[in-house]
């Protein structure tokens, strides 16, 4: 570009550049087509979960706050649930912990009670918490085989560089520069798509560590709420107080024209 540049300033005709990116995978044809193809698809694919996962994130700790503002305010868990997100992961846990205290009273033991109470709060947390690992195994996937990927087109540049080198007799730059280039650009492709994708996988995997405490602390309250019928519940947090009004300027005695006092 910047040949091109100063040669069109200059008055006079670039310089034709054979060593170019596109002009690299033109030499290695459809293979080195293909390759670029799975990777630039592995980086499309990785960004895309790295941004969609943490948008589904983002949205279940901001409702977090309502859980600890507002939901254990509410004189049940019911009227507490209506004030969640329909969708939300911590209305499905308190709907799953109501459904499971409606069936519990057909059984006798009061001990299997509890354990089919646990075991239903259980299972609704794993399944938030599979949801939010959904998409992390291609992240995962797309990591460790994203550098082995750029160097099959590696390997596949330097073998066509030998052959050229076998066929003009001598090593040539002009006979090798092309297929060497090639195997260059594949290995910094590989790592450009490996790299973000293995950083995206560790950030999002201890969201969702962190996601998966609260979730089930939130499930342990609910459970202990349940069982003792609405007595036990969390420490609620405290309301911001509310700021002081600033206090008034206190008014200055009024002074005469000559700066004194007037007399009482």
């Given at each position: 570009m910047i040949i091109n540049i100063l040669a069109a300033a200059g008055g006079e005709a670039a310089p034709q550049n054979k060593f170019g990116f596109v002009e690299a995978l033109n030499q290695g044809g459809i293979i080195a087509y293909s390759i670029f193809t799975i990777l630039v698809i592995m980086s499309v694919g990785s960004f895309y979960i790295l941004i969609t996962k943490w948008l589904e994130q983002q949205k279940i700790l901001n409702q977090y706050k309502t859980i600890r503002t507002s939901f254990w305010r509410a004189p049940n868990l019911k009227e507490g649930a209506a004030k969640l997100d329909k969708n939300s992961a911590w209305r499905q846990i308190v709907d799953d912990g109501l459904a499971a205290e409606d069936q519990h009273g057909k059984m006798t033991d009061s001990l299997e009670a509890h354990d089919w109470l646990h075991g239903s709060l259980a299972r609704s947390e794993s399944a938030v918490n599979s949801k939010l690992a959904g998409g992390l195994p291609f992240l995962a996937t797309v990591g460790a085989t994203a550098?082995?990927?750029?160097?099959?087109?590696?390997?596949?540049?330097?073998?066509?560089?030998?052959?050229?080198?076998?066929?003009?007799?001598?090593?040539?730059?002009?006979?090798?520069?092309?297929?060497?280039?090639?195997?260059?650009?594949?290995?910094?492709?590989?790592?450009?798509?490996?790299?973000?994708?293995?950083?995206?996988?560790?950030?999002?995997?201890?969201?969702?560590?962190r996601i998966a405490e609260l979730l089930?602390?939130?499930?342990?309250?609910?459970?202990?709420?349940?069982?003792?019928?609405?007595?036990?519940?969390?420490?609620?947090?405290?309301?911001?107080?509310?700021?002081?009004?600033?206090?008034?300027?206190?008014?200055?005695?009024?002074?005469?024209?000559?700066?004194?006092?007037?007399?009482?």
């Open positions: 550098p082995f990927v750029g160097l099959l087109g590696t390997v596949i540049g330097i073998y066509r560089a030998l052959i050229a080198i076998g066929l003009a007799g001598s090593a040539s730059i002009d006979k090798v520069a092309g297929p060497v280039g090639e195997a260059l650009i594949m290995t910094a492709i590989g790592l450009l798509v490996a790299v973000p994708a293995v950083l995206a996988y560790n950030w999002l995997q201890a969201r969702n560590k089930s602390g939130f499930s342990t309250d609910i459970l202990a709420n349940i069982n003792s019928k609405g007595a036990v519940k969390p420490a609620l947090q405290a309301a911001p107080a509310a700021k002081a009004a600033p206090k008034a300027p206190a008014a200055k005695p009024a002074t005469t024209t000559a700066g004194v006092p007037p007399k009482k």
